[in-house]
């Protein structure tokens, strides 16, 4: 069983549960609609090389709306919405929710050609730390 294949039993699982749990069922169809109003800007990945390069070895964890891997010894979680279909990689090495891009960078800042730093928006970064996660069939 590959991470692919957790995560889409995860979120069958999940969806089920929703079934009874209003608060769940919200959270999930909460993502589900910022996959519709975002995705076309977000990179499409293969959640397996992202597991296996960001959080290799790790179980997942269920929580609520999202599937977590967590790699204790980089700091970094693979956080998977159930309801949107995408992921983010959280840098947990920090007190605050910090999301990097899909190299494990920051991408709160940039550097323009002429070396002065700028910040980014909220859509912008957002637009860099969301990933769509592929179809099996698109793997």
């Known amino acids: ?39 076309e800007e977000w990179t499409s990945v293969n959640i397996n090389n992202v597991i296996d390069q960001f959080a290799p070895s790790a179980h997942a ?41 899909i190299h494990g960078k920051d991408v709160r800042n940039y550097i323009d050609a002429n070396g002065k730093q700028h910040g980014r928006s909220k859509a912008e970064r957002e637009a860099l730390t969301h990933f769509r996660i592929k179809y099996r069939s698109e793997m």
């Open 1 to 39: 069983m590959d991470s692919k294949d957790v995560y889409s039993s995860s979120v069958d699982t999940q969806k089920e549960i929703a079934k009874h749990d209003a608060e769940l069922m919200e959270k999930i169809m909460q993502g589900k609609k910022r996959n519709i109003a975002h995705s």
């Open 61 to 101: 964890e269920v929580h609520g709306n999202k599937v977590e891997w967590d790699n204790e010894k980089t700091k970094i979680s693979v956080v998977a919405d159930i309801g949107g279909g995408y992921l983010r990689l959280q840098d947990k090495s920090v007190p605050y929710n910090l999301y990097l891009d």
